[in-house]
T-cell receptor, first 111, second 111 residues
């Protein structure tokens, strides 16, 4: 079964601390993995995707096919990082659609 | 600014009624997907349209149907509304293989 699991509903850290938001997936094949973020009162927006191997707002994520994980990391959290984060996968050739989302992790960065 | 707009933003319907939600995508985004997001959950994939043809469907009954038009607009129709249909409905459009751009959503309440 295709599934995305985000084991933490809430992650609370202090400003300047490292952050790791966990994401594990189940998929038979080679999925495309994404992280989406939703800031308060804003729409869901793409943060990064594994195929581009880019760093956005200091966040990075490495696809580990052996552990079927795609954890999101940032070395030094900022208060403006507080938001809901969703990990999602899409099958190859799905034109970026048909996303399967995890339940989300709320990141709270305290001053 | 993603250029994906949804209407209306909020809607209240009575159980058993029918509802149509609308989405306007960015020009050139040939793929549009619809998602249902219940409170405290990640978005769930309803279906996807690619160049006006349904191109994949999630685990939703046939009373959820859709249309995509040549002008990059689309509709989600739900018949025989049930209380459990109360949720945020998200439209997302995609250029090829770069992830989805989401609208702000329509909050549907069924009473």
């Amino acid at each position: 079964a295709q599934r995305v699991t985000q084991p933490e509903k809430l992650l609370s850290v202090f400003k300047g601390a490292p952050v790791e938001l966990k994401c594990n997936y189940s998929y038979s094949g080679s999925p495309e993995l994404f992280w989406y973020v939703q800031y308060s009162r804003q729409r869901l927006q793409l943060l990064l995707r594994h195929i581009s191997r880019e760093s956005i707002k200091g966040f990075t994520a490495d696809l580990n096919k052996g552990e079927t994980s795609f954890h999101l990391k940032k070395p030094f959290a900022q208060e403006e990082d507080s938001a809901m984060y969703y990990c999602a996968l899409s099958g190859p050739g799905n034109q970026g659609g048909k996303l399967i989302f995890g339940q989300g992790t709320e990141l709270s960065v305290k001053p | 600014e993603t250029g994906v707009t949804q209407s209306p933003t909020h809607l209240i319907k009575t159980r058993g009624q029918q509802v149509t939600l609308r989405c306007s995508s960015q020009s050139g985004h040939n793929t549009v997907s619809w998602y249902q997001q219940a409170l405290g959950q990640g978005p769930q994939f309803i279906f996807q349209y690619y160049r006006e043809e349904e191109n994949g469907r999630g685990n939703f009954p046939p009373r959820f149907s859709g249309l995509q038009f040549p002008n990059y607009s689309s509709e989600l129709n739900v018949n025989a509304l049930e209380l459990d249909d109360s949720a945020l409905y998200l439209c997302a459009s995609s250029p090829e293989r770069v992830g989805a751009f989401f609208g702000q959503g329509t909050r549907l309440t069924v009473v």
